[in-house]
């Protein structure tokens, strides 16, 4: 526990993170009980704030949670009208059947959304039932018990200096202790980091893997635009250099979500995803779609791709891991989204037996249970060997292998058993001496922009004043490793031009330098960093991307 003496508060259960997850466990807790006391906390400046996905959302979630969603104007109006999937060549496409395709791959049923949208939704739902849900208040501390357990955050710290001392203006935030605690944080969250450590639950699962998700927000030519379409591609322009593929989807009022993903388990340093991204839309058939419209918002953020054989246990002492704090996942069908709302619910069911009962701050063993055997397991396990087989076999593999495979567990069975995935994707990362440097082209300001263009348009905001949120376990690290034997990847990897290489003028040596002002929170440099030196910690409360729409 913290020294700084701190005011606290009490509830039934604390909830970190306003995304699909935790808003869902605490509408659910207060449907079983109206008397719970349940609290939100948002690092975003608002709900949605901080929410980037897809998204073509598989209903099964909200059925399950709100079964009268289309009556409460839930903002999910653009059904899936076509399903189409392309593989890539520089100039040219050639079209997969998708009824080639097992019937857990069809997107028939579904609907595009932006998922800031729902989520914003989502959190009037939870007020109108009684829940207290705060944005812009990052939680930066677990609070533990006498016995080692979860019994709160520490949250609305504010005010430090940029040398991490408090300011004049600081406040020291506030405690907020629970019955039980959810961790709702997303990709590679850094209390649900310091929990799966902690209670070792990742001993028995295998190692978590991650893709890189960017997104743009298009306006395009009405005649162009087609509600309801659903694109997706693999190949060009990554070809053997990394895995990945884009997707395409038309929402309503002329909009389009142009997005790219590359795996990070790539070994080419040289690699950047971010103008590769960029290259994408230059592709005749993309640049066709994109030509006489124009870019309304850009953002990115990490996706767990591990799947069912790394999922740690989600359960803890006094709390539980939601939805992408575990890695729910489920990758060739792109979607985690029900998957969130589908464990939220069952946490908070698991909360209200226990609470029912008297207990607190014990392991909700009935929660990792009903993820494991529920509708959550039962949809990431037959798609299980579908990423190993891509990281080890390449793209062609993973289409013919792996759809093999996906359609023998539809009959109960798999031939290949569980693959496991290997190394960590920053293991992967091999020496720069290796590969051959990439040659992207240049932006031109029209289809594709820089990085920094770019990020003005996810609308990000850190005061200055603050200490960097992005830490360095040892400052020589950057200038002395990666620089050499890694021709300095971070500077390629960051999809918002955080790190950079300069030269000093008065000595001309390398130095390294974190503008932490750029970040957009999608944590790639905790995940891909070869030498696991850099640490995403959260910034003071509000700061970040604020995205519209997205």
């Not at 893997?209 to 997706?232: F, N, Q």
């Not at 190949?235 to 593929?245: D, Q, R, T, V, Y």
């Not at 969130?340 to 619910?345: D, Q, R, T, V």
């Not at 990431?380 to 579908?386: E, H, Y």
Request: aromatic share 8%; hydrophobic share 35%.
């Amino acid at each position: 526990m913290s020294e700084i003496e701190r005011e606290a508060m009490e509830y039934d259960v604390v909830i970190v993170g306003a995304g699909p997850a935790g808003l869902s466990a605490a509408i659910r807790l207060k449907q079983l009980d109206p008397e719970r006391e349940v609290v939100v906390l948002e690092k975003g400046s608002e709900v949605g704030a901080h929410i980037l996905s897809g998204a073509v959302l598989d209903p099964a979630g909200l059925d399950a949670l709100i079964p009268d969603w289309k009556e409460r104007g839930a903002p999910v109006d653009v059904p899936v009208r076509s399903d189409r999937f392309y593989y890539l060549g520089e100039s040219g496409k050639m079209s997969v059947p998708t009824k080639l395709m097992p019937p857990l791959m069809s997107n028939h049923g579904n609907y595009i959304v932006s998922m800031g949208n729902v989520c914003r939704w989502l959190a009037e739902q939870a007020e109108e039932l009684g829940v207290e849900i705060f944005p812009g208040m990052a939680c930066t501390e677990l609070v533990y018990d006498a016995e080692g357990q979860v019994k709160g955050v520490v949250a609305g710290e504010f005010g430090r200096n940029p040398d991490g001392t408090p300011g004049d203006a600081y406040e020291p935030g506030m405690e907020l202790h629970g019955k039980y605690v959810f961790l709702g944080e997303g990709v590679r969250g850094s209390l649900s980091k310091e929990v799966i450590e902690r209670y070792g639950l990742d001993s028995e699962a295998d190692v978590q893997k991650y893709g890189l998700g960017m997104k743009e927000l298009w306006e395009v030519d009405p005649a162009k635009h087609k509600p309801g379409s659903v694109v997706h591609t693999m190949g060009w322009p990554l070809g053997n250099s990394a895995g990945g593929g884009s997707f395409i989807y038309h929402l309503n009022d002329n909009q389009v979500y142009v997005g790219f993903v590359v795996h990070l388990g790539y070994k080419n340093p040289h690699v950047n995803p971010y103008l590769a991204f960029q290259q994408f839309k230059h592709h005749p058939y993309v640049r066709e779609l994109l030509t006489g419209g124009k870019r309304i918002s850009y953002g990115a953020r990490a996706i767990t791709e591990g799947g069912w054989q790394s999922l740690p246990k989600t359960a803890f002492p006094g709390g539980a891991l939601l939805g992408c704090a575990a890695g729910m996942v489920n990758v060739p069908r792109i979607k985690g989204n029900h998957n969130a709302m589908l464990s939220g619910k069952a946490a908070a069911e698991a909360a209200h037996a226990a609470l029912s009962k008297g207990r607190s701050g014990d392991v909700l063993k009935a929660y990792d249970t009903e993820v494991r055997e529920g509708p959550i397991g039962k949809d990431l396990k037959p798609v299980r060997n579908v990423k190993p087989i891509w990281s080890q076999y390449g793209l062609q593999a993973s289409l013919l292998l792996g759809g093999f495979d996906m359609w023998t567990n539809t009959l109960g069975f798999s031939l290949l058993g569980t693959m496991r995935h290997g190394k960590t994707d920053a293991a992967a990362t091999e020496e720069a001496a290796k590969h051959t440097p990439i040659d992207y082209p240049k932006p031109d300001g029209k289809l594709s922009f820089d990085r920094l263009t770019n990020v003005s348009f996810a609308n990000t905001n850190h005061a200055e004043s603050q200490p960097s949120h992005l830490k360095l376990k040892d400052a020589e690290v950057p200038v002395q490793v990666n620089l050499p034997k890694y021709a300095g990847l971070s500077q390629r990897y960051c999809p918002a031009g955080v790190y950079e290489f300069v030269k000093d003028e008065t000595t001309g040596e390398d130095r390294f330098v974190i503008n932490f002002q750029n970040c957009v929170h999608c944590k790639t440099c905790d995940i891909k960093d070869p030498s696991q030196n850099i640490v995403w910690t959260p910034p003071q409360g509000g700061d970040g991307p604020n995205y519209p729409n997205m």
